[in-house]
DNA sequence: CTCGATTTTGAGAGTTACTTTCATTTCATG
DNA sequence: CATGAAATGAAAGTAACTCTCAAAATCGAG
């Protein structure tokens, strides 16, 4: 769900200590994602190399590439995933599955626009003109949509490697990445939620009958 | 649709005379193409290089890079769109429009599957094992999406680009190229007109009640 | 056919994302 | 503190993609 979220930042309080390695490990993550922000609203996403974010983030350029993989990834990538499976699973059983994604995704995105409403906007505003962070943002929907199919399978008891769920997921997310490109299209004017409520209103009930 | 479609590799018999050198043109794309699937083919995708693709083309590397604009446009590059639009086009007014896709999508497959079965195959192998071609394939797919909120548009009198309107081809492009993923990783063995019928019942009724 | 204009091609050098290897440093633990 | 494991940095390498410019092929008109 990388195309609504924020990614999570920091470790509130989860575990007691996660030992000085850990610690280390989280700041620099940070830190490399912070001056990719940085570099990018100051300069533009290509004209950001790697070597100018190790630079500011103070780490070795192989360092980067030790804690994400492609530089879109920097700007990518998603914890949060596992976060929305979560709170799927915790819905009532008895609450009709249409309800139950309503709710999550509107919760879903009331997070990730909460804690950081600057860099929710960033990543949408790059998603629509930065062709590579589409594309590696459009790869992340697969995982996301695998990982619906599971919760789908379970809740309903289907079998999640069926087309037919496969089918509802991936609609699902394509519909839902569309909305976030439409917000992002037109300068993030609209209200995110509402969005979202119309988008899965079409999902479930197909086009409404006019559109003045 | 390149998910689902094999390229157009000729033109049978368009305008009267193209001239030597659209006809030399023509022939270099083919060139190029064939050298390219040739080679994955005996190494795979990643083990190929553009060199060796130049070099059995029989062109220079930069001429390679003149024709596609990256390795994965070489597999992927898509001339059906166009067709597909038309035939959406030329289905009577008053046919359901759930019918006219239905239609339309499975004469698409046809059509692929018909010209080159092997090419059709591979394509969609390459989209389940390599990650940069499935990327590059979605990107195509927010193509296609413009191009059917046009068609729904012009059909059903509204805005193609409403969130609805835009909602609604972006899952029906997503569910499409999920059916052909679905395809390719069952070893294309089920009938893919059949998997698209199946789809198209997912994203016009929900999915069904029971699934044994 | 020939000449000049236009288009296509090739050669080569350059940029940059990404990989791999290996030695060095830094931390955890007994 | 000593020993082992993990994190880091330096550096060299690969391959996709870009740019430039000169040579060659094609076309159109006289």
New interface residues.
Partial sequence: MTFMTAARTSTPADRPRPGLRERKKIKTREAIRTATYELIEEQGYDATTIDQIAERAEVSPSTVFRYFPTKEDIVLTDEYDPLIMEELRARPAEEPWTESVRYVMRRAVQLGVDEDATVSRLRTRLMVEV?AV???M??S??VT?RMLCQA?AER????PD??????????????L???S??WAENGHREDLAD?ID??LD???H???RE?P
Same sequence: chains 1, 2.
């Fill in positions: 062709p589409r594309s590696r459009m790869e929907m697969s949509g789908v309903t008891g289907r079998d069926s087309l037919e769920v496969r089918v509802y997921a991936m609609s699902l997310i394509g519909g990445m569309e909305t490109l439409y969005l119309r988008t079409v999902l479930e197909g086009l409404p559109n």
